[in-house]
């Protein structure tokens, strides 16, 4: 069974970095085709693609952000992190990370972290 | 603002079918039969009910279907029931530079 759980703090200041850390299970970071990618939500609104790295470490990121964001892996300990620097308050959003499934689709789903962006 | 267009509300009575659109460009939608639809209950993660435009994972309800005509992908939800009530975003693969885009989301209101 494949589970996801993000972690990191629930506040930070603007201009502060964001690091949030995917701790998953049931499936391999180090096998082949296998992707985690993050995506978030601010209140009330859509979702927003923002990250993803891949089983082999290539990394795809979402072009407005692509400056701000990056994704890395600790296969060992079966994590994925996402810092994203010079945060801001309108980047207050519920942050998911999600397994990438074939079809380029996300399966599994973390429940998601509440970051709050304000001084 | 976001890359696909969904209508904001779509509403059924128990029974009924509704059809959600999902309208892009050459560049997602009319590009890649790898369109895919979640449904988000409040507070909740978003669930994978459509993934390559029309297939359904394992334990979705056949009454969930999908298509796709040109830039514009439906989803729809036949013999509505009460817990379809949700929202429902779309989600296409964008190829190499852009990769994913959603959909503004669709409130589904079951009457």
């Known amino acids: 069974q494949i589970t996801l759980k993000e972690s990191g703090p629930t506040l930070v200041k603007p201009t502060q970095t964001l690091t949030l850390t995917c701790t998953f299970s049931?499936?391999?970071?180090?096998?082949?085709?296998?992707?985690v990618g993050w995506i978030r939500q601010p209140p009330g609104k859509a979702l927003e693609w923002l990250a993803l790295?891949?089983?082999?470490?290539?990394?795809r990121y979402s072009p407005p952000l692509q400056s701000r964001l990056a994704v890395t892996k600790d296969t060992s300990k079966n994590q994925v992190v996402l810092t994203m620097t010079n945060m801001d308050p309108v980047d207050t959003a519920t942050y998911s990370c999600?397994?990438?499934?074939?079809?380029?689709?996300?399966?599994?789903w973390g429940q998601g972290t509440l970051v709050t962006v304000s001084s | 603002q976001s890359a696909l267009t969904q209508p904001r509300s779509v509403s059924g009575s128990p029974g009924q079918s509704v059809t959600i659109s999902c309208t892009g460009t050459s560049s997602d939608v009319g590009g890649y039969n790898y369109v895919s639809w979640y449904q988000q209950h409040p507070g909740k993660a978003p669930k994978l009910m459509i993934y390559?435009?029309?297939e359904r994972p394992s334990g979705v309800p056949d009454r969930f279907s999908g298509s796709k005509s040109g830039n514009t992908a439906s989803l729809t939800i036949s013999g509505l029931q009460a817990e379809d009530e949700a929202d429902y975003y779309c989600s296409s693969y964008a190829g190499t530079y852009t990769h994913w885009v959603f959909g503004g989301g669709t409130k589904l209101t079951v009457l």
């Open positions: 999600a397994h990438l499934s074939i079809g380029w689709s996300f399966d599994y």
């Open positions: 049931g499936f391999s970071l180090s096998t082949s085709g296998v992707g």
């Open positions: 790295i891949y089983w082999n470490d290539g990394k």
């Open positions: 390559d435009v029309s």
